[in-house]
């Protein structure tokens, strides 16, 4: 298991991260998953002010 830390503004965010042992996907194939998933049902966010250049 990792842990991700990131801050962005005043909060700190922690992110655990683990996967299963006995799993058969890549950690390619699992992100591939989840971006075309949000892609297709729109969970996608708008950029934030500060994102933006």
């Given at each position: 298991m990792s842990c991700l830390q990131k801050k962005i503004?005043?909060?700190?965010?922690?992110?655990e991260v683990h996967?299963?042992?006995a799993?058969?996907?890549s950690v390619e194939?699992?992100?591939r998953r989840v971006i075309?998933?949000?892609l297709?049902?729109?969970?996608?966010?708008?950029?934030?002010?500060?994102?933006?250049?």
């Open positions: 503004d005043k909060t700190t965010y922690l992110v996967f299963s042992d799993s058969t996907q194939d699992k992100l075309l998933h949000d297709k049902y729109g969970k996608h966010s708008k950029p934030r002010k500060s994102d933006e250049k």
